[in-house]
């Protein structure tokens, strides 16, 4: 079916793929970067979306397709919110052309070592979704055959539709392991991509570096000349036409039974529309596009600022500071101190805060940088320093050898700016850093059940209105986030009007 006429068709009839790999590092982020871009030089309208809670890869989709990467998660989400996140974000504006669907770490790999909840795997077979299988071919031919051979036969459930070999050293190489797959598995070889400097990304301790920030360091022209690079290469490698034919091949999907999309609406239009300021720019911009969806459905109207450039706030009645990395941005951030002063003012004013992560870093007193002793950073450097930050919250962040990767699990011990005492939540933390010199009469809002949280299996710090958490929440799979805070900020702009 030609692209021009998928508008015709819902959402759970247009193609999609899924791009996954036997581990991390096999190159499924690029090569799912490069078919993007591909299909996008072709005229297609594609709608990227990425499995489990990453942000920075998202970045680069939604950088390269124009269209907003949404994350799909099967540990935090139950099959109804998957499907409504998928659904949403294919026919959010124009409907999309096709879907492609980035996987995370290995196909199989997931929450539990007997089930696949929160694999990619999962995600596969609940969208009914085919599988293109990224090898890393380095330095193996015929057992990349007992690979693909494993992985196919590992859960029948799951459609392994075709091969990409990645890092292929020569034609003899890709010859022989195209054979062997092709002879042993019967599943074909779509692609070939050898090695090669300029398919990759540049890296940090969190992962990728997020794409505005690729932007920023390598210039407009060097950003695009390096993703025009690797679109060139996936163009030459991959049979294009091939993985359409695969991603065409595929059974309808169910639409969602209920949708946290449309039933967040405000329900009188008459209230007044509060305004949310959304910090955005190189040292935050770690959102669920889904989060600012809901929180505008819920009646907000959305303003973004930047802590590191803008000198003043914008006229708001709340603010929703995200993750990302303050602590490479802390000098420009300690510079910009009118900016700063403004959110300390409207956090003592009572303005709900909501900060995630970096956000709350950046609510601390103060950030050091590079302690000595404690750990290094990957391809990022940040010289030994201890900046002023916001004090909007009690505290002083310490940049160290922490590492902290994990689901997390809490419950709201007191009604707050996001939601009821009791309300409990399923989300996500991943930082490097630690919140030292707390007050012992400190005031936290969540316990934590399973995962760190910031002292004492508490999270969710807070003073007057404004809260600051490590779990990253996402508006589906919690589904009281975006309401509360729409609500908070619409009573603060009552009292303030009084």
């Keep these: 079916m030609s692209h021009s006429k998928q508008s015709e068709i819902g959402a759970g009839n247009i193609p999609r793929v899924l791009i996954s790999a036997d581990r991390s590092s096999s190159g499924k982020t690029t090569i799912s970067m490069g078919l993007m871009a591909v299909l996008v030089s072709r005229g297609y309208k594609v709608q990227p979306f990425k499995v489990a809670l990453d942000y920075i890869d998202p970045s680069y989709h939604t950088e390269i397709t124009g269209r907003f990467c949404r994350n799909l998660d099967g540990y935090l989400m139950d099959e109804n919110g998957i499907l409504d996140v998928y659904t949403h974000g294919c026919e959010t504006g124009d ?6 669907v980035e996987g995370v770490r290995g196909l199989y790999e997931g929450f539990e070592s007997l089930s696949d909840l929160g694999s990619t795997a999962q995600i596969a077979k609940i969208l009914n979704c085919p599988v293109i299988l990224v090898i890393n071919a380095r330095s193996i031919t015929r057992s990349s055959a007992a690979l ?28 022989k392991a195209k054979e062997a797959i092709e002879h042993y598995t019967g599943v074909p070889v779509i692609g070939i991509i050898p090695r090669d400097q300029s398919m990759q990304i540049s890296m940090r301790h969190l992962g990728l570096m ?52 449309s039933s967040t609406h405000d329900p009188d239009p008459k209230k007044y529309k509060p305004k949310i300021g959304i910090a955005l720019d190189e040292a935050f911009n770690f959102y669920y596009r889904d989060n600012i969806d809901l929180l505008q459905l819920a009646g907000a109207e959305i303003v973004y600022f930047s802590p590191v450039k803008d000198p003043t706030l914008p006229d708001v009645d709340g603010l929703y500071i995200g993750g990302g990395y303050p602590e490479l941005f802390a000098a420009e951030l300690e510079a910009n101190e009118s900016m700063r002063q403004d959110i300390k003012t409207a956090s003592a004013e009572g303005m709900p805060i909501y900060a995630e992560c ?103 710090l807070v003073s007057e209105n404004t809260l600051g958490s490590y779990a990253h929440l996402h508006g589906v799979a919690y589904r009281e986030l975006a309401g509360s805070l729409v609500e908070a900020a619409r009573k603060f702009k009552e009292r303030r009007a009084k």
């Design 210 to 261: 997020p794409a505005l920030e690729g932007r920023r360091r390598l210039g407009d022209e060097g950003f695009d000349a390096r993703l025009r690079g690797i679109e060139e290469i996936i163009d030459k490698g991959i049979d294009i036409d091939r993985f359409l034919k695969i991603a065409s091949n595929v059974k309808p999907l169910k639409s969602p039974e209920k949708s946290v999309f």
């Design 358 to 460: 970096g956000g709350l870093m950046y609510l601390t007193e103060k950030i050091s940088t590079d302690v000595p002793g404690k750990g290094t950073y990957h391809n990022a450097s940040m010289p030994e320093s201890t900046y002023s930050m916001v004090g909007a919250l009690p505290g002083h962040t310490i940049m160290g050898q922490t590492r902290v990767v994990s689901y997390n699990i809490g419950t709201l011990e007191k009604d707050c700016i996001i939601g009821k005492k009791g309300n409990s939540f399923k989300g996500h933390e991943f930082h490097h850093s630690e919140i030292q010199e707390i007050p012992d009469d400190a005031e936290f809002v969540i316990t934590i059940s399973r995962g760190t949280g910031i002292k004492d299996d508490k999270d969710g």
């Design 95 to 100: 409907q999309a052309d096709i879907a492609i």
């Design 148 to 175: 693909v051979k494993g992985y196919r036969d590992f859960d029948p459930d799951v459609e392994i539709a075709g091969v990409i070999l990645n890092n292929i050293g020569s034609r003899r190489h890709a010859e």
